[in-house]
């Protein structure tokens, strides 16, 4: 993460998001069964890989904060929880689609991964509030910290609990895309996945940097006036040492 | 472990003098029995649906408890009490972990014989679903402590603590009624996947326990 600039870090994602689309519609094959919707695949599943991995790292960040104090980590765990939940939503939208598409269904309860997600995104949706509810900003950072473990703790769990609450004899519609995947889907679908991943570091690394230039902005100005109107900033996003827009 | 037992005896000979929670959370579990029975239009329940009417009300008046478990610390100083005490502040999780299971418990005894009476043509199955619901209880309390503390340093206590609560007992859910629906079946209690469903549900309670264990000193520190 700290190995390129935010600018290499935008010109690559922009550059594999669009080798990966590029494969998605001229390269990838049609799908036997399911045609052309099943190239939602390659936005889908990678789009809900990077969600569920940001809510890794921002597990990982809130321990670190933990265990340092250190502000910086509170901000990057905010923001990874933050980027999570719009990719969240956005794996939502397209699950749904591909549901309507394939199972003539906009929701289906019988599809584990889907309802475990639901769930996921549920509880960290909670994150906001959670926040907003907290007057003291140490405090809510490290409460903030707490929950973030919590539910990166629970989100494999969860999984665990939902899949087997499917009975076992429900066919798996979508046991091709797990297992037998040809060789140049898999290869689509790991270029799109790459795509995925760095659009959510460079989205991750845009908002601590915006984060860190309005705090310096806003302690520029009250230098500037004195405590002036500088400083109205959001209650719930974590203060950012300026530092870490490039850290 | 002196600093455990003193917190636990004081946390349960509180609630026996002022009885402040249990009773509530009882009359709401008899209260929502007795919706579901005109919700759902039926007089006997078995299965699946017997399962979910019970874990539900369990849950939801369990919410009850774990917003009043740190009521008393919050108004009257005793968490700066707790801080300045020379204890390990897991003490404190892991009494207030016990006192919610000695609550929710009660609550079942309660609310277990209400639940064969009103919706069940044979009540056999209530023993080992009370053995399920004490599982569940441990990863209830596990959960619901953290939560609690959480919820009594904010300002909208009420409003947070069901909202982070209930994802995090979805797995609870899951489980302790996939293991009690086939006790609850109609034609007598069988024990068809129950095991898959403890061990999930020990899984929970091992493993949020000790994720409550290790981050519960934060939730203090000031």
Known sequence: MQLLSLRNLSIASVAVIVAAFSLIFFYAPLDADQGFIQKIFYLHVPLATCALGGFVVAAIHAIRHLRTHDPVHDARAYVSIHMSVIFGVAVLLTGAIWAKASWGKWWVWDEPTLVSFLIVFLLYATYYPLRYAIEDRERQARYASVFAITAGAFVPLNFLAVRLAQSLVHPRVFATADGGLPGSMMFTFGVSLAGMALLWVTLVRYELASKAARAKLSRLRRALDGAGPGAATSRIAPAVPSQAGSG | ?222
Not at chain 2, 191 to 207: I, P, Q, S
Request: charged fraction near 15%; proline fraction near 4%.
């Open chain 2, 1 to 222: 472990v002196s600093a455990f037992r003193a917190i636990l005896a004081k946390d349960l000979r509180v609630e026996l003098r002022t009885l402040q929670s249990l009773p509530a959370m009882a009359l709401f579990a008899l209260t929502t029995f007795v919706l579901f029975r005109f919700g759902l239009d039926r007089e006997s329940l078995s299965g699946s649906l017997a399962a979910g009417v019970l874990l539900a009300t369990v849950l939801f008046a369990a919410i009850l408890a774990v917003n009043r478990l740190f009521v008393a610390e919050r108004d009257e100083g005793g968490f700066d009490a707790m801080r300045l005490a020379p204890i390990d502040l897991s003490a404190l999780y892991a009494a207030k972990g016990v006192a919610l299971i000695v609550y929710l418990g009660l609550l079942e005894l309660i609310a277990l014989p209400a639940f064969a009476l009103f919706f069940l043509d044979d009540a056999a199955g209530i023993l080992p679903v009370a053995g399920v619901l004490l599982l569940a209880d441990i990863g209830l309390a596990a959960t619901g402590v953290l939560v609690s503390s959480i919820g009594a340093h904010s300002r909208a206590r009420d409003l947070i603590v069901p909202l982070l609560l209930l994802p995090l007992l979805v797995p609870v859910m899951i489980a302790a009624a996939g293991a009690a629906e086939p006790m609850l079946e109609a034609g007598g209690p069988s024990y068809d996947g129950v095991a898959k469903w403890l061990g999930v549900l020990g899984l929970y309670d091992v493993v949020f326990c000790l994720i409550g264990y290790a981050v519960y000193d934060f939730l203090l520190e000031d």
